[in-house]
């Protein structure tokens, strides 16, 4: 499992992955509750569960209740993008609940801790921009 850490104050954003020994601390919290991120390596940290998605790609919205992957109609939000004013069309999404059939779990920063996120995991930052040959 993959855990994506967004700093709104930075506005970066950090892709850890979870130990097989943490990931049963995450199974069964819904999306917007919060996590301690000394579980992750982010001591002293904070962590609001924002989303994420499954083995197959599908998004979690916070509106469909269960781990369970259904077929909703939807207008608008996760999961669909606008085609016009009043379209809806049927999609498969994930339930609001992080089930062992997650593979990545989207978290933003809600109290930071006394290290920087940078100084916690140096290589998911990113790194260097590649320049392009020409």
């Known amino acids: 499992m993959k855990m994506v850490i967004a700093d709104p104050k930075s506005g970066k954003s950090y ?3 979870v130990p097989k020994g943490a990931e049963s601390a995450l199974i069964g919290k819904k999306i917007g509750q919060r996590v301690e991120g ?3 390596g982010a001591e002293g940290y904070e962590l609001e569960i924002t989303g994420g998605s499954d083995t197959a790609g599908f998004p979690m919205r916070s509106d469909v209740a269960g781990p369970r992957r259904v077929s909703v109609l939807l207008s608008g939000g996760t999961g669909f ?3 016009g004013k009043g379209v809806r069309e049927k999609r498969n999404v994930r339930g609001n609940v992080i089930s062992d ?3 990545q779990v989207n978290a933003k920063v809600v ?3 006394s290290k920087s996120l940078e100084e916690l995991f140096p290589k998911a930052a990113g790194g260097e921009k590649k320049e392009k040959k020409r």
């Open 101 to 103: 059939q997650i593979m």
């Open 81 to 83: 993008r606008k085609k």
């Open 38 to 40: 000394g579980i992750f």
């Open 111 to 113: 109290a930071a801790g």
């Open 15 to 17: 892709s850890v992955e």
